[in-house]
């Protein structure tokens, strides 16, 4: 009776699926102990206490990724327990469990630039990249402490694996053997259901996706201590977060009234300016002088000694965020308005439509408009977005044609690629539209070699590369200034994205979005210091404001110039929570409801506000509601051009 229970395989089995768990604890230990300056949790008792609210999300993964190999264990067959079959099945279980324990891995350094679980968006930036075995390679030379440990855990999971062996042996009754079999077959299944689903059976009750890493952690960055990495790229391999809302409250008259999607400005005279926007790659405000001076960290250091300079003739605005984590984010961002939250809205099913941006409204002015990125054509997915926005040319490195100034990893060296940038606007018939998006500060963050004993190691490894961006800049303006273009033109400076911190107070997770924004017109009254809340899809509106154009456009900006009809605020998202600055309050939100509110100033997220509701809270949750109701409805519906 015993061995028609297979009563001996199934303790086997949960074996083995226990050896999963135990090394995804591995992993969440591992993943903290690389990114505790990030995620920063008090004791040992809540570290413990947030891996027992991810054994769901741990559940869901292992069992996702098992699922093959638990089938295989428990079919009623008599001959699952020959060495054959059970070698089969080894090589089953960590094909599968160590390709999906990887990324794990990967996380521990990945997550220090996007300050989020990796998800299957991060597949669809590869997928523009033509280096990707060079960029592989890279990670390996750059990272091998994690290969090594990731070979040594494997080795040891291995090892505990074959520890346990399963016994061979032939049934004496085939008939009882098989009925047992399959009700254990039958049980198992649905016990696999239900954990896969988050441990739920209820048909009522929706699959935990990455939200609900959210429900039980006080600070929103221990989400990600509570998730794991296969987890969040399963949950959203497939899906599409580019939905349609209706939250009751919020009507046309609603999104009107607080969005104000629609703008048309008549503040400044017409004028037809040259305008060229610098996208720079990773350049936190962290590394810029002129955006710390009101900051109060002990012993600061600036890396961006002529941005510095720049600053005290533009006008710089200090408490700026970015709309996004990654660099498409930033582009779509800043030339077009449109944010990025969960995923990018490139990478959506709705991008292949007539969009109203900086680049359309300027060609519609008689702007000729240009993009400029040293990375091989298409990277990041540039190209194909240049295009879909309409921007007359594109120049990459093939048309920068001279690979000695390659750097081996991303592009072309920022010293070089802004110089013939600058040559080709020289070319130019004015006025022109140009934007570049730097490479130089982008991880493995190598510098030429001349210049190896000038910019050299900082706090962390980023510095080096900042000053050496900062320098390629300065040399783009020292050359500009020789052309007669160069007076009639608007100069803006933002970064794509935050990056490596080395100061704890852009660790709050408020400030991992902190970018610089700066607008420079030569011999213009545009100087001074602007602390109001700003955001990347704002240089849009700006842009135009500024330019004195006067006829109705599509913005959820606002122009940063504008202190009369609109109220500053910032919208982003950390990938599963919306952010919301208003006001007096910082609201967090899940796609349904407020989870919390925090005073400004509490750019940590440590003193939730939300037992004390007030009025001023109500209204910022019906600002974010609106928000986000008219974006996805745009995004959608192919709206974006209107």
């Not at 998800?119 to 890279?138: D, I, M, P, R, W």
């Not at 490479?439 to 000038?454: A, D, G, L, M, T």
Request: positive net charge; contains cysteine; aromatic residues 18%.
């Amino acid at each position: 009776m015993q061995k028609h229970l297979r009563l001996n395989e199934y303790k086997i089995l949960f074996y083995r699926i226990a050896l999963a768990y135990l090394f995804y604890f591995i992993a969440r230990v591992l993943f903290y102990y690389f990114n505790a300056d990030l995620l920063r949790v008090e004791s040992v008792s809540d570290f413990l206490s947030l891996s027992y609210y991810g054994l769901a999300f741990d559940t869901t993964a292992i069992l996702y990724i098992n699922l093959l190999f638990i089938v295989f264990s428990i079919l009623p067959f008599w001959k699952n327990t020959n060495a054959g079959y059970q070698k089969f099945l080894f090589y089953l279980y960590f094909g599968t469990n160590l390709l999906a324990f990887a990324t794990n891995f990967i996380d521990f350094i990945y997550y220090k630039f996007t300050f989020a679980r990796t998800t299957s968006a991060a597949l669809n930036v590869l997928e523009h990249e033509t280096n990707k075995t060079t960029l592989f390679l890279n990670f390996l030379v750059e990272y091998w402490y994690v290969f090594a440990l990731f070979v040594l855990t494997s080795a040891l999971w291995v090892f505990l694996y074959k520890r346990i062996k399963v016994q061979d042996f032939k049934p004496t009754g085939y008939v009882p053997y098989f009925s047992f079999s399959t009700v254990g077959f039958l049980m198992i299944v649905l016990f696999v259901i239900g954990g896969i689903r988050g441990g739920d059976f209820k048909k009522s009750t929706r699959p935990i996706n990455l939200l609900d890493a959210s429900r039980n952690v006080k600070n929103i960055v221990h989400s990600d201590i509570v998730l794991n990495t296969p987890f969040a790229i399963i949950r959203t391999l497939f899906s599409n977060s580019f939905l349609k809302v209706d939250y009751p409250e919020v009507n046309s008259k609603v999104i009107t009234d607080k969005i104000q999607p629609v703008k048309s400005y008549h503040n400044n005279p017409k004028t037809k300016p040259n305008v060229v926007v610098f996208i720079l790659e990773s350049y936190g405000r962290e590394y810029i002088g002129a955006f710390n001076k009101k900051s109060n960290i002990p012993d600061y250091k600036s890396h961006a000694p002529f941005l510095d300079s720049l600053a005290q003739h533009s006008m710089i605005f200090t408490n700026a965020y970015a709309n996004g984590r990654q660099s498409i984010h930033g582009m779509s961002s800043v030339l077009a308005g449109i944010p990025s939250f969960k995923d990018a809205f490139t990478s959506s099913p709705y991008p292949k439509q007539k969009i109203e941006s900086l680049v359309s409204t300027l060609k519609g002015e008689g702007y000729n408009t240009s993009f400029f990125h040293g990375a091989a054509n298409g990277s990041m997915g540039f190209l194909g977005f240049s295009k879909i926005l309409g921007i007359d040319d594109y120049y990459g490195r093939t048309e920068f044609n001279d690979d000695s100034q390659f750097d081996g990893f991303w592009g072309i060296w920022d010293e070089p690629f802004l110089q013939f940038m600058k040559k080709t606007l020289d070319t130019k018939k004015t006025p022109f539209f140009a934007s570049v998006f730097t490479v130089s500060s982008h991880e493995p963050y190598v510098i030429p070699e001349k210049y190896k004993n000038r910019f050299q190691e900082g706090g962390v490894p980023i510095h080096k590369a900042v000053e050496y961006t900062d320098f390629a800049v300065k040399r783009f303006f020292e050359e500009a200034k020789k052309e007669p273009w160069f007076e009639n033109t608007i100069f803006v400076m933002v970064a794509d994205h935050c990056n490596q911190i080395y100061y704890d107070e852009y660790q709050k997770p408020i400030n991992r979005f902190a970018v610089p924004i700066l607008i420079y017109k030569p011999n213009s009254s545009y100087v001074g210091v602007d602390e109001d809340l700003a955001q990347q899809i704002d240089i849009y509106p700006t842009i135009l404001d500024m330019i004195g154009y006067d006829k109705p456009f599509r913005s959820w900006g606002r122009s940063l110039l504008d202190k009369k009809t609109s109220v500053p605020f910032v919208i982003n998202s950390t990938g599963n929570i919306y952010q919301f600055a208003k006001g007096n309050y910082i609201c967090t939100f899940d796609g349904k409801k407020a989870l919390g509110f925090y005073d400004k100033e509490d750019k940590a997220l440590k003193h939730n506000l939300i037992k004390k509701r007030n009025a001023e809270m109500d209204e910022i949750e019906l600002n974010c509601k609106a928000f986000i109701q008219d974006y996805m409805e745009r995004v959608v519906d192919k709206k974006l051009d209107k």
